[in-house]
């Protein structure tokens, strides 16, 4: 009889002949060593609990700082190595989680700290080592709490025959979850510990993916998500009205895969389908602008304390590849997603009687129009929202769903400003502008005092600017809190009303087409934003889309973050090396909003790989052998790269039936081979030059779409003038 220990495999902590019995002992143990070593994530109480009909928490193991919740047991084993183990090394298998954390888990013991009186734990099972630390822990310290855990086939074929047994496993949105064959030592702990398991369908993670984006704010891999899953797709109509924590156990989901979750969910949920001076404003009257004054930022301050999230700012992953120490101000985790909550608040809370009797009317292109709508709906105050017709449909379902009527009218922000004031007068509503009222400025520069709150020794503020009342703010709170701290506005190519108002010293009407940062699109800056801004901003600089489609996937990647465009344009600036002169210093860039559809986040994370060299399309001229397509592929496959789309091109017949019509190839002459599109998925420019170096090779006739070379660290881009005295001019 052969010696089991002679078995490759062999395992001798998961021997089959010997399990460990995992004991609360042990995990208690574990608890205390890696205190210190792994993040004690928050345990959030979720935006959606009152849709889904539960007090629903999210525990947030994504935000470890390898994404996954796998560090902890990683720690703790790597802990207990001998010296003599250390010292040779350690080795694992892995399909990603693993291998970037490198089992005992003690986040079911803080589940009960952080929510005590919880019901029901739902927990998302591959191997099922979380699931037995989580059932023991739980069941030990809380018996009469119920845990339930989601997926896999290979635990529920396991339990429902008693033994562990291999599954050969299609591929998954949840990775993270694709185990064959179950654990000895989960398996045998398991047993008599759960109440219930489910499986749920891969569309409805995808929906849970897209939800806890667009209603949290932030982002999960398919494994995070499956409990929430679960959740919508009904399989526990006995926790309605109970406290349920689910376990978000990782957020190490790559950006093709979270662009194809995306799409899947929005299908999924049906929303994915394939085809006389009328502007006077008292309040911003360009004869009479207003000054903003830090006292009154203060008086909003101590108004709306309870009524609005005091954000958090934390420090970023990506610090040290940027250089600085760089801390993101969290204002996408507002109830409405973005920061216009603030100044809303402020100004309508000084509304007259009669004019909250009446009703507010504003325009918007998004952002405003939603924050607007759930502090009305908030206050009983009727509300009304001008949108252009090209405004985010996601943007525009939100505002209408918290209450407000929404108006489409105008190609763009200045053409539904007219409409919106126009509809003012003639209902006897109130016209509230939401870049220039005096009480929306005040209220948005609440933040500066937040900001100079939670970090004293800040030295600079990033801010994005769009009609300026942020910018304009969080300048004056924050220079008057701290007058060394500079103060820096960031606006994009595409949207720089600003940039061009400062450079003509005059409000000047910019014409903006369709920009990855809508929420920045307006084409004039406001009267008492210009008016209040000059002397109290060091630098404004602009940025190339480009960067800000980088900055929206690395936010995403490294951070865990979904921040729409407006609000990455401080990471991206960073990351254009448009401040130098920030090296090494402490950075504040205050993420505004988080409301992007997921069409454009999709697009957005495309465009990010594109401009990173990380997706490259060619087409190639191939033999029309039954070997042709097959040694492009094993080619691809070869070198490591990933095969997004591979499509032929079809011919369209023009006079000579036997000519392929291909606009602009003159490089590809070959009338009897067929021609395919191809799209593929790279590391980065190193990774995509090797790949072309191969197909220039292998093939006689090609042609790519793009510039295969790594372009130069550009900051070309337009910059402004000094504004305060004494500047850090950072012009070459």
Known sequence: MTNAKDDPEYDEFCDPDNPRKVNYDGILAASRRIIGQVVRTPCMKAHMSKRLGMDLYLKAEFLQITGCFKERGVCNTLLLLSEEQKKYGVVAASTGNHACALAYHSTQMEIIEQVPNVDAVLCPCGGGSLLAGVALAVKHLKPDTEVYVNKTYSMVEALRKNERIFLTLEPTIADGLAVNKVGVNTFYNLKGVLDKMVVVREDWVARAIMTVIEEEKVVVEGAGAVCVASIMAGLFPNLKGKRVVAICSGGNIDSTTLTRAL?????????????????????????????????????????????????????AHMSKKLGVELYMKQEFLQYSGCFKERGIYNALVLLSDEQKK???????????????????????????????????????????????????????????KRHAMMLARERKLTYINCFDHPHIIEGDGTIGIEIIDQLPDVDAVLVPCGGGSLLTGVAIAVKHLKPDTE???????????????????????????????????????????????????????????????????????????????????????????????????????????????????????????AAEGRLLKFKVSVSDRPTGIADLCTMLAGIGASVRDCVPERACVKGDVTKIQASNISCITSRSKPLWKVIVETRGWDHTKELVDLIKKNFKEYLFAESTENPERTVSVKRGPCLAPNPVCMQK
Not at 536 to 554: C, F, L, Q, T
Not at 579 to 586: A, D, Q, S, V, Y
Request: aromatic share 6%; net charge positive; charged share 25%.
């Open 358 to 416: 009446l009703g507010v009317i504003t325009s918007s292109s998004g952002n405003s129009g939603i924050a607007m709508a759930l502090n009305c709906s908030k206050l009983g105050i009727p509300c009304s929202v001008v949108m252009p017709f090209k405004a985010s449909i996601f943007k525009r379902t939100l505002a209408e769903r918290l209450g407000a009527k929404i108006i489409l009218h105008g190609k763009d922000m200045a053409d539904s």
């Open 263 to 315: 799409e899947r969910g929005m299908a999924a949920d049906g929303r994915l389908m394939k085809f006389k001076d009328l502007e006077y404003d008292p309040n911003c009257d360009p004869d009479n602008p207003r000054k903003i004054k830090y006292e009154d930022i203060l008086a909003a301050y101590q108004r709306m304390v309870g009524q609005v999230i005091r954000t958090q700012c934390p420090r």
């Open 487 to 609: 103060v820096y506005g960031v606006e994009t190519d595409k949207s720089c009303s600003m940039m061009e108002a400062l450079k003509k010293n005059e409000r000047v009407f910019v014409p903006i087409d369709s920009t990855i940062a809508d929420a920045l699109a307006v084409n004039k800056v406001g009267v008492n934003t210009f008016f209040s801004l000059k002397g109290m901003v060091d630098k404004m600089v602009v940025v190339k889309e480009d960067w800000v489609a980088r900055a929206i996937m690395h936010i995403v990647e490294e951070e865990k973050f979904a921040v729409e465009g407006g609000g990455a344009v401080g990471v991206a600036a960073l990351m254009a090396g448009l401040f130098p002169n920030l090296r090494g210093k402490k950075v504040v860039t205050i993420c505004t909003g988080g409301n992007m559809d997921t069409t454009t986040l999709g697009r957005a994370l495309e465009r990010g790989m």
